[in-house]
């Protein structure tokens, strides 16, 4: 009998552990959508958490098809782009409700990815990929040379109070708007974990993993990939008219590769393997677009060195990175690993502050340091040579060489880690 309520115990536990593993990533996505504006009402913040909640959207919508079916495609934006488009020409033509535009939009992206995705699901790969992006391309110049439709250099503006009341609420404030896209947000996530489950996904993850087989088993790999780039359009629109009400404009710049080659880079740096990877990526991408660029005109190169350092040492994103040392520590225990994760973040702090001293020093001797870099490394700007340099080339030196000492510490402390048993401290 103690055995058994010992064995029930630990099964209970283990449900308790699972379910937790589960609420938690939903707890902190509504946690972070939910709670700043409480704490900052401020207009800025606002604006940034709703391009985030449209990014995250935008994100999970691409990973349908390059997470779930294995498909890359460089014209993804044109899908956010058209629904976004159609939504603000039936809002100011018929003024529909606010609240109703997303979906507008989502139904706008879908039928142009039944039109699309006919054309770009008729080849798999590589092919997939190179058609994605002509066809990206061909509705970006659509843009410029249909400027009735597309608004040409304004694009297409509206006035999200223009349209139907919701009780007491207009949308016109910046507040009741944020409300509506972090609602949007949420059922679109919620809709799209729904659907990454169903037994049709399943189907999409065959094709993904060994088409041959799955078309030997009577799955139609094409027919699949299809459906898949359908309703990935579906969401890809609602994102784009998240967008839409946040700035109450669709631009050209809507359907660019930009904005392609932005959702690529935050699904990867996020991570394909899991649903909430995209997620993260979304947020980090928001991150260097918004608030690094506001201090320095550097931030794609930052996001450059910081994308190529995820693809390096975690291909599988900052999910798998999560994961892994969760699971660390879940083996080892924390004791175990404290020197190592100390001597590691001292190493990557250093080392980071290494790279931004030598980037802004660079830019501000180029453009200026008014012009080239709003963080002023250093006082005196931009008096670059003489002292001032040697004094900058110092603190850079220092900087390299404190973080070289730290990585080699952290990398004795990851092996006597690893060459001690584990404890069972994971405390």
């Known amino acids: 009998m103690r055995e058994l309520r010992e064995s029930s115990a630990q099964s209970a536990s283990s449900v308790t552990r699972a379910n937790w593993r589960v609420l938690a990533p939903w707890l902190a996505l509504i946690l972070f959508l939910a709670v700043p504006p409480f704490i900052w009402p401020q207009s800025w ?28 495609s460089f014209g993804h934006a044109a899908y956010s782009g058209l629904g976004a488009l159609i939504a603000a020409h039936v809002f100011n033509g018929l003024g529909v409700s606010l609240v109703l535009l997303p979906l507008i939009g989502g139904i706008g992206g879908a039928l142009c990815g039944v039109l699309l995705g006919f054309i770009s699901t008729r080849r798999a790969g590589t092919a997939f990929a190179m058609i994605t992006l002509g066809l990206g391309e061909l509705v970006a110049a659509a843009a410029w040379t249909l400027p009735d439709w597309f608004g040409g250099e304004a694009g297409v503006a509206i006035d999200r109070a223009s349209g139907a009341l919701l009780g007491s609420w207009s ?11 972090a609602l949007w947000c949420v059922l679109a996530c919620v809709a799209m974990y729904a659907l990454s489950r169903t037994p049709f996904m399943r189907l999409a993850n065959a094709v993904r993993d ?34 839409l009400i946040n700035v109450e404009l669709v631009s050209t710049e809507s359907v660019g590769m930009m904005r392609s080659g932005a959702v690529l880079i935050a699904t990867v740096i996020g991570g394909t393997a899991t649903f909430f990877g995209p997620v993260a990526g979304a947020v980090v991408l928001t991150f260097f677009s918004v608030a690094v660029a506001s201090v320095t005109r550097a931030w794609p190169f930052y996001l450059g060195l910081f994308f190529i350092a995820v693809v390096a040492m975690s291909p599988d994103g900052l999910a798998g990175f999560v994961q892994r040392h969760v699971a660390r520590l879940a083996a080892h225990g924390w004791r175990s690993c404290r020197a190592v994760y100390l001597w590691t973040t001292a190493a990557a702090l250093l080392w980071t502050a290494a790279v931004v001293l030598a980037v802004q020093w660079a830019y501000a001797a180029q ?39 730290a990585a080699r510490n952290a990398m004795r402390a990851n092996a006597n880690a690893n060459a001690t048993p584990n404890a069972g401290d994971t405390r």
């Open 210 to 243: 060994n088409p041959a087989r799955a078309a030997a088993i009577g799955c139609y790999p094409r027919r699949v990939r299809y459906g898949v780039v359908v309703m990935s359009a579906f969401f890809a629109g609602i994102a784009g008219t998240l967008g």
């Open 45 to 72: 913040l606002l604006a940034y958490l709703a391009q985030t909640a449209a990014m995250i959207v935008f994100a999970l919508s691409y990973n349908l098809l390059l997470g779930e079916t294995g498909l890359l």
């Open 367 to 405: 453009f200026g340091a008014d012009d080239g870099a709003s963080v002023n490394v250093v006082a005196g700007m931009p008096s670059w040579m003489g002292a001032s340099s040697v004094r900058l080339g110092s603190a850079l030196l220092v900087l390299i060489v404190l973080g070289g000492l």
């Open 171 to 181: 949308f016109g404030p910046a507040r009741e708007a944020y409300a509506l896209i």
